[in-house]
């Protein structure tokens, strides 16, 4: 079965929309989105088509995660009905307007985004966070062993005491969890900073590659936030942000990000 191609377009209130080209989508056709590893009703959103448009409202609630589409014939026919089903005729990507979601600042509520992006097989998919509360990371200094990181935080307010812990990344399978904190800066309208030195990071002596995790912690108790940056169009920062290490006795220590766009620190062993 040949793919469609849909243009899209995404504003920042979190709509998107859709128009397919190069073929006429049969009567009672919809596109549906469906999001991996989802096994739940609430893991399929159907959008109707009319004409060649579909729209996702941004009203329509998506759950975090990377969402494939597909288009799907009239209800009926046996074909997509049911969430997981692997049902659909593929969507390849067309022309992706994402300009709107470039250095955007989210409004009252929930920090939605939703970017629409090609996958690695050339098929159009959508990848949708919602942070409640949001730390979104932004200039990232490097100096003197230690990385200093400005940013702003939505939906919640810095107090004292505020604090950010770095924690190993539970995908190491470390024997035991470890944590360490630096103290945040707070500033007006949410903006906030600090600086984490890499040596304590580095300790035990490393033998193997080490991830920690950022979260801000807004108030001694309060529920951590994860540092990320996602208030623009870009999906997937892993190769987009690339930071220079710095070079110490033993070993490597550089920022960088992870495929859903978290802020981590990466440490390598230094033969």
């Given amino acids: 079965m040949s793919a469609l191609v849909a243009h899209c ?3 920042a209130a979190g709509t998107v929309t859709f128009e397919l080209a190069g073929a006429a989508a049969a009567s009672g056709a919809e596109l549906v989105l469906r999001r991996r590893g989802g096994a739940t009703p609430a893991d399929e959103v159907r959008l109707p088509l009319t004409g060649p448009r579909a729209v996702l409202d941004r009203a329509t609630p998506l759950a975090e995660g990377r969402w494939d589409i597909v288009l799907v014939a009239e209800r009926g026919d046996g074909a997509g009905d ?3 089903d692997a049902g659909g005729q593929p969507v390849r990507p067309g022309t ?5 979601l470039v250095d955007r600042i989210p409004g009252a509520g929930p920090v939605t985004v939703r970017v629409p992006y090609p996958t690695a097989d050339g098929r159009l998919a959508l990848r949708c966070w919602v942070r409640a509360p949001h730390a979104e990371a932004g200039a990232i200094q ?4 230690a990385m200093t990181v400005r940013g702003v935080l939505y939906g919640a307010d810095a107090g004292d005491g505020a604090s950010v812990e770095a924690r190993r990344n539970p995908s ?3 024997a035991a969890p470890r944590t360490h904190r630096v103290p ?3 500033g007006a309208d949410g903006a906030f900073s600090f600086t984490l030195p890499y040596a304590e990071l580095a300790e035990p002596a490393m033998t193997a590659r080490r991830l920690w995790d950022l979260w801000l912690l807004p108030a001694p108790g309060a ?5 990320s940056r996602i208030l623009d169009d870009v999906w997937d920062r892993r190769s987009i942000h690339v930071y220079p ?6 070993w490597l220590a550089a920022p960088c990000y992870s495929g859903d766009n978290n802020l981590l620190v990466r440490l390598d062993p230094r033969t």
């Fill in 245 to 250: 290490a710095y070079r110490a006795d033993g």
């Fill in 223 to 227: 529920d951590p936030v994860r540092l």
């Fill in 96 to 100: 992706r307007d994402v300009r709107a």
């Fill in 9 to 11: 377009t995404a504003d």
């Fill in 82 to 84: 049911g969430a997981g």
């Fill in 172 to 174: 190491e399978g470390a």
């Fill in 142 to 145: 490097l100096a003197d062993g």
């Fill in 184 to 186: 945040l800066t707070g």
